[in-house]
């Protein structure tokens, strides 16, 4: 028996959804607050303002779901597929999104305060004002997203794959981007106060206008990186690799 397609305002609190078919379903304004929806299949629903706080949707199929406005504060998503899914003004605080796809998705203005992304797959995604703070996004794989002036203040970036991501007046302040990947990356007029940027690459980067103050560039690879307006006062650059001219040299 197929399950029922039209579940608009529908009170699902806690409900067991398990593998659930429910693509092209519409569940506009339910609350489905704590429901087990792990490996559910949503593909193409429309989900918006709906109430899924501390649901379980580990492994479940989002692609293409319309999940604008959604409460997903402090859900399991891991494992998730949520690709080219729009969670524009989402509240994801605090969910769990280890290992999660969420390549080309749009999270305009979401809130992911804190949310575990570690080494989710963020190719692509449209972060334009969204909230990470103190976000984990350790091994996180966000070439070409669209960070421009999000909110990273305090994030682990470790080992991040920032490859030509747009972070135009990003806040990365205090923000620890050890070991990423950040080729080709537009950090114009980002605020990398206090950032922890050790052994990271900065390859053709563009940093014009960028705050540094007090930033940790230990080891870190700058060639070809522009850095015109840039006040590298209390920068520390030991160990850094920088061009000049032709030469690649070491700062010592």
């Known amino acids: 028996m197929s399950e029922p397609k039209d579940l608009r305002g529908a009170d699902l609190t806690g409900a067991d959804l398990t593998s659930a078919n429910l693509m092209g379903a519409n569940l506009t304004g339910a609350n489905l607050t704590r429901a087990d929806l792990s490996g559910v299949n949503l593909t193409d629903a429309n989900l918006m303002g709906a109430n899924l706080m501390g649901a ?7 692609t293409d779901a319309n999940l604008t406005g959604v409460d997903l504060s402090f859900a399991t998503l891991m494992g998730a597929d949520l690709t080219s899914a729009n969670l524009t003004s989402a509240n994801l605080s605090g969910a769990k999104m280890n290992g999660t796809n969420l390549a080309s998705a749009y999270l305009t203005e979401a809130n992911l305060t804190g949310a575990y992304l570690t080494s989710a797959n963020l ?6 004002g969204a909230n990470l703070t103190v976000a984990r996004l350790r091994g996180a794989d966000l070439t070409d997203a669209s960070l421009c002036d999000a909110d990273l203040m305090s994030a682990d970036l470790t080992g991040a794959d920032l490859t030509s991501a747009n972070l135009w007046a990003a806040n990365l302040t205090g923000a620890d981007l050890t070991s990423a990947n950040l080729t080709s990356a537009m950090l114009i007029a980002a605020d990398l106060t206090s950032a922890n940027l050790t052994s990271a690459n900065l390859t053709s980067a563009k940093l014009n206008g960028a705050k540094l103050n007090g930033a940790k560039l230990n080891g870190a690879y700058l060639t ?8 590298l006062t209390f920068v520390d650059l030991t160990g850094a690799y920088l061009l000049q001219g032709w030469k690649l040299v070491r700062d010592e």
Do not use: K, Q
């Open 224 to 231: 070809d990186a522009s850095l015109s307006d840039v006040d």
């Open 123 to 128: 190719t692509g995604a449209d972060l334009l």
């Open 56 to 62: 379980d949707l580990s492994f479940a199929n989002l």
